[in-house]
């Protein structure tokens, strides 16, 4: 993996970025202790409620924080005396707040609990968190205290109480969740240049959820959905689903890790990606052509709105803890899951097997088992094989590569079916 830090030589990345050795500056007084941001943990040691799936909730309790009653959500948008409109990122942290995809959490991470995470990969309690969840901002104004409401364009969303703002050490956290404050790094970009310069603390209400393109269940929806009596394997992807995505997920169910019976849960992420990504609602699009030509009993389809940060193996905790809180008993770990390269140079900053090996390390700790995906090739005698059995067996393996692919693509060129399906093939023609 790589662990270097960058000089940061550009002038908005350093004005961006605090020292490296800085620490992490409080402006306001936290008006609640820090596990204010988390459910207390009698409650969050409890027995699940919820019998809809096999799987317990991340910390024992699915967090809801979404009002029911219109009388409820009125009375909490009269003690609001703000209104701010919400990034694109930060609405796929709030409805994975208020809808318990990010259980415990119960709001936005507060100065105390923001640095444990980022030190340690887990809440002030101990319990395993891979990536801070943050509210930032720029406004000089807002205050420990104020109640705002959220909002997404003239939908409430959420009201936020806030309990601290602080001046985050942004080069020291880029360091230790993506393993670099280089600025080639997606996610230090990210940090450095979209995130404001402030971070607060805060509890969430839940008011609505906001209407995508695409939709998006609560994880209490997609429990209700899941056998309850065998293994879950979720399957992330943040990219079209081609041929050997599809062979990779189905055959994972034949994986002795998974016990009889089990199915498959393909659950996208549809939220902002990398800034090349395909966009979120042309790749939902392709998913629903494809769950219509592939039908078939073992495999679920749902829709995440979450916020990449392309943080290798912190992501891959960040992503089997949300599947958890979906209902999912094991997770497929890809080749360079989450992973990144150099906008300058091309390298990987981590390597292929760095997210497999952290998730087995934390995976028992955290409840979830990983599942390693099948290393898979085209091979003109068998179809799809395995690398290793494709070598053994002397078989003449087809390659194409991503960016030959969105040549032919933009070229009207055909695309071989061994690589791409049909109906996702005339999707992303008609789309992108």
């Not at 809809?52 to 967090?63: C, E, R, S, Y």
């Not at 936020?160 to 360091?175: G, R, S």
């Not at 599809?246 to 890790?257: H, K, M, S, V």
């Not at 068998?382 to 087809?398: I, N, P, Q, S």
């Amino acid at each position: 993996m790589k662990f270097s830090i960058a000089a940061l030589s550009i002038a908005a990345t350093a004005s961006a970025f605090t020292a490296f050795n800085a620490p992490t500056r409080a402006i306001g007084a936290s008006r609640v202790a820090s596990s204010g941001v988390f459910a207390p943990v009698a409650v969050r040691n409890a027995e699940t409620q919820l019998e809809a799936a096999k799987q317990t909730p991340h910390g024992g309790t699915l967090v809801d924080l979404i009002l029911k009653t219109d009388e409820e959500k009125d009375a909490a948008i009269a003690k609001c005396t703000k209104e701010l409109q919400l990034s694109p990122r930060q609405l796929c942290d709030v409805e994975l707040i208020m809808n318990g995809g990010f259980s415990p959490l119960t709001g936005f991470m507060d100065q105390a609990t923001y640095e444990h995470v980022v030190d340690n990969v887990a809440l002030p309690d101990g319990l395993i968190f891979g990536l801070p969840v943050v509210f930032d901002t720029n406004d000089e104004d807002l205050q420990p205290g104020d109640i705002v409401l959220l909002k997404d364009g003239d939908r409430n969303i959420a009201t936020i109480e806030f309990t601290d703002k602080y001046l985050p050490n942004k080069a020291y956290e880029c360091n230790k969740c993506y393993g670099t404050s280089e600025i080639e790094h997606p996610g230090s970009l990210m940090v450095a240049t979209e995130r404001g310069k402030y971070y607060m603390g805060g509890k969430i209400t839940g008011l609505n959820l906001p209407i995508r393109d695409f939709p998006c269940k609560t994880p209490a929806e997609v429990r209700e959905t899941l056998p309850d009596d065998v293994d879950v394997v979720a399957f992330q992807c943040r990219n079209p689903v081609h041929r050997a995505h599809y062979e990779l997920f189905t055959r994972a169910l034949d994986d002795p890790l998974i016990g009889e019976g089990g199915v498959v849960l393909v659950h996208p992420t549809c939220g902002p990606t990398q800034a090349d990504d395909i966009p979120g609602v042309v790749r939902y699009k392709t998913y629903e052509v494809l769950k219509e030509e592939t039908h078939n009993d073992r495999t679920r389809w749902e829709y995440l709105p979450y916020s990449m940060h392309m943080a290798g193996p912190r992501e891959a905790i960040q992503h089997m803890m949300i599947r958890k809180n979906f209902g999912c008993t094991h997770f497929i770990i890809g080749r360079d899951m989450a992973g990144s390269k150099s906008s300058v140079t091309g390298e990987d900053y981590y390597g292929a097997y760095d997210a497999q090996d952290f998730a087995k390390a934390k995976g028992p700790e955290l409840g979830v088992t990983p599942v390693p995906s099948l290393n898979l090739v085209y091979t003109e005698e068998e179809g799809y094989v395995t690398a290793d059995e494709a070598k053994e067996r002397g078989l003449h393996e087809k390659k194409l590569s991503g960016t030959k692919f969105r040549q032919m693509l933009r070229g009207g060129e055909d695309i071989p079916e061994w690589f791409a399906f049909k109906s996702v093939v005339k999707v992303l023609r008609e789309n992108v």
